[in-house]
């Protein structure tokens, strides 16, 4: 199931329904993080109305998270 582009509220809901956080803020990018038992995950995620497709499959991938767990948050 390819990947849709996004707004961020919608993509900070699903990270922090996965357990993220956000930690900070610089400028238009937030950084989002959380503690697993191999250590920290961190991925930053831009204060945009609408994240591509590219980005969110960054985003995904800092994450560790595949396209079928994101969809199922």
Excluded at 4 to 15: A, E, I, N
Excluded at 24 to 47: N, R
Excluded at 55 to 68: D, E, F, G, V
Aim: proline share 5%.
């Amino acid at each position: 199931m390819p990947l849709k582009p996004l707004s961020y509220r919608q993509v900070k809901r699903k990270l922090e329904r996965a357990g993220f956080q956000i930690v900070s803020q610089k400028g238009s990018h937030v950084k989002f993080a959380k503690e697993t038992p191999e250590g920290i995950l961190t991925t930053i995620v831009p204060y945009h109305k609408e994240i591509t497709m590219g980005t969110l499959s960054s985003i995904l991938r800092q994450a560790k998270l595949t396209i079928n767990e994101f969809e199922k948050l």
